[in-house]
């Protein structure tokens, strides 16, 4: 089985910072793409940013300037620096991986239990 520990949610004021942290762990053969979702209340989930093997990455519009997505591949680490918080980023933050638990298995994504981040005006 492949585990998604997740950290660094928390309360914060409107223009504060936040940092999450994502740790992939178990049975893990490659890792491919990494990323951040979130899903608000009454929303559907939505990316907020992505970072493939070879650290190229993709945001929403909305967070674009404010997140920056990171990796260790070494440590199977994902994290997500958000600066300037805004009350619309106020949603539980979910951990997402995509990789294979052995080379003749296909790709699956993996998702950690979510972090609660609370932006406050």
């Known amino acids: 089985q492949v585990q998604l520990v997740e950290s660094g949610g928390g309360l914060v004021q409107a223009g504060g910072s936040l940092r999450l942290s994502c740790a992939a762990s178990g049975n893990i053969f490659s890792i491919n793409t990494m990323g951040w979702y979130r899903q608000a209340p009454g929303k559907l989930r939505e990316l907020v940013a992505g970072i493939t093997s070879g650290s190229s990455t993709h945001y929403a519009d909305s967070v674009k300037g404010r997140f920056t997505i990171s990796r260790d591949n070494a440590k199977n680490t994902v994290s997500l620096q958000m600066n300037s918080l805004k009350p619309e980023d106020t949603a539980v933050y979910y951990c997402?991986?995509?990789?294979?638990?052995?080379?003749?298995?296909?790709?699956?994504?993996?998702w950690g239990q979510g972090t609660q981040v609370t932006v406050s005006s």
């Open positions: 997402n991986v995509e990789g294979r638990r052995s080379p003749s298995l296909l790709t699956a994504h993996y």
